[in-house]
């Protein structure tokens, strides 16, 4: 069997725009919301330290035990950062989720994540089997409960599991639950799919149970089930992943294989001939250099950041004409971003400007300024990483503290200026990030924008995709009457493929509103494009279970 190229665990994945490593990431994440939290009190590090004992944590914590939690000199326990939520009234398992999964997408090797979860012991074990019988029985289950499974069946990694087909059967129900939940819920779904990937045992068996459900066409879920291969070295998820990769079922899985590459590039996850397979077909998406249309388009910068990792796989001629570009091609190219520098500086500048006044009004200890300069390079990462899931887990990180609210408030005033919905580059970022960060106070600009005449097709497509994780139970009937009619006829008009694509999202955001009678109507109507009707159709058939154990 060929081998892979390196073992680069420990290097740093391509397309972080923000200097902070995953440790000291998380130690960021605990200091803000202490500084920040509800309790005013207890925004010292004195007075945090004297009420930690207790609760989720079993020791206690000195002054200097917390200062260097919080700065990222010393490793913090899952069991600490539970108490972090329980002193400062957070929901149980917002800073633990994000910590994780931080961790787990920063830092891949288990020898560079705190260690955030105790090994199973024997009395472990009828807590598993419960686990197990709950989750196969079609009981419902909760973040918590696969947090828990997933958790415990990593720590037996000679774990067998009888009969035959039942890691399967355990992939196959956490995606039905993931793909339809958000915010924390998916997070702990996200992180046990990860877990279950990487068992020794059973992880071929869930990388075959991904690459089944991206192989169906009509599957809501191909996009995320291809892109988490990224996170094992296993040599089944290189060929799935370089399946889909080569020969898409659709644009989802190759859109998720595309993802997956830029990690899987970086921790030497391909052989030699699985490289010049990637660097071939990027180098072909690139074409000289300049910009594309449709599906591409989204694409492009992506895989010029890939190329960008594979400077002797890339012929001189698109070297140079990348070099020349000052598109986002030649952005990703030359710097590592998205958009230029004295343009999104001032953008983020504002960003966090408004957020932070918003934040610490009337507060008696504001955050210092080494804490506000980390703000201001995770919010331009958010913002302008070339790399998908960096942007993604940076807002999701941002998501769990107390700025999440001031700074969604603030993205969206960006996006209210007209100019600013007008940047095909820009406003498809702003919205990618209030995806994470906004509710329902940011779902009436993000509908005005999916239906707004003489907008960018990046920038509606981004707002459409935006409302299935804004409130989504908070559009009514006219306005879902209107921006299907209005995509219907573009579609009828054009043909074209960003239509199409609109459409798709239109129905995801149908699926998580629960809008059965509109799930229909595309279903049955001919003239809509064959992906969205097989998206309403696969909505349509998601289990009731699924639906409930994922708002849990």
């Known amino acids: 069997m060929a081998q892979a190229e390196g073992n680069r665990a420990s290097a740093p994945v391509g397309g972080q725009l923000c200097p902070l490593g995953p440790r000291e990431r998380v130690a960021w994440l605990l200091r803000i919301n202490r500084q920040l939290g509800g309790d005013r009190e207890l925004s010292t590090v004195s007075a945090f330290a004297r009420a930690f004992r ?64 105790a090994t199973a012991t024997t009395s472990a074990q009828p807590r598993t089997e419960e686990l197990l019988e709950q989750a196969l029985s079609g009981d419902d289950m909760t973040g918590a409960d696969w947090a828990a499974l997933a958790g415990d069946l990593a720590a037996i990694p000679d774990a067998v599991l009888m009969p035959a087909g039942i890691w399967r059967q355990l992939t196959q129900r956490l995606v039905e639950e993931m793909v339809i939940a958000g915010g924390v819920a998916w997070m702990m779904r996200f992180e046990a799919l990860n877990q279950l990937l990487n068992h020794p045992r059973g992880g071929p068996d869930a990388i075959a149970r991904c690459a089944g459900i991206a192989a169906d066409r009509a599957n809501h879920a191909s996009t995320e089930v291809i892109c988490a291969l990224d996170n094992t070295a296993h040599p089944d998820s290189g060929v799935q992943v370089l399946a889909q990769l080569t020969a898409p079922t659709s644009d989802r899985a190759f859109q998720g294989a595309l993802m997956a590459c830029a990690r899987k590039v970086a921790y030497g996850h391909f052989t030699r001939p699985q490289l010049d397979t990637v660097s071939a077909l990027c180098t072909e998406l690139l074409g000289d250099g300049e910009a594309a249309d449709g599906v591409v388009a989204g694409v492009a910068p992506l895989a010029a950041q890939i190329l960008r990792s594979l400077p002797d796989r890339t012929p001189a001629r698109l070297r140079r004409g990348l070099l020349d570009a000052d598109g986002p091609l030649g952005h990703v190219w030359q710097r590592g971003r998205l958009a230029g520098e004295p343009g999104t500086g001032l953008v983020v500048r504002r960003i966090v400007a408004r957020a932070v006044a918003d934040a610490t009004r009337d507060h008696p200890s504001p955050p210092g300024e080494d804490t506000l300069g980390d703000l201001h390079g995770l919010v331009d990462e958010m913002l302008f990483s070339p790399v998908f899931d960096i942007r993604l887990y940076t807002a999701m990180l941002l998501y769990a503290t107390p700025l999440r609210r001031p700074l969604a408030e603030a993205v969206a005033t960006e996006l209210a200026r007209p100019a600013t919905a007008r940047d095909a580059v820009l406003a498809p970022s702003l919205l990618g990030a209030l995806r994470v960060l906004g509710d329902h106070r940011s779902r009436p600009l993000v509908q005005r924008l999916t239906t707004a005449l003489g907008l960018p097709e990046a920038t509606v497509l981004a707002a459409a995709h935006c409302l299935g994780d804004l409130a989504p139970g908070e559009a009514d009937d006219h306005y879902w009457t209107d921006a299907l009619s209005r995509h219907s006829s573009q579609w009828a008009l054009r043909r074209a493929g960003g239509s199409a694509m609109i459409l798709q999202c239109l129905v995801y955001g149908m699926g998580m509103s629960s809008r059965y009678d509109l799930l229909t109507t595309v279903r049955d109507d001919p003239a809509l494009p064959a992906p969205a009707r097989a998206a309403a159709r696969w909505w349509t058939n998601v289990p009731e279970r699924a639906r409930r154990s994922a708002r849990r």
């Open 54 to 117: 207790g609760g989720s944590h079993p020791g206690t914590a000195g002054v200097s035990t917390v200062s260097r939690w919080e700065t990222g000199r010393l490793n913090v326990s899952g069991d600490a950062i539970r108490r972090y939520e329980e002193l400062l009234g957070l929901p149980p398992h917002l800073l633990t989720a994000a910590a994780r999964t931080t961790l787990r997408y920063l830092a891949p090797s288990a020898l560079e994540r705190p260690p955030l979860a």
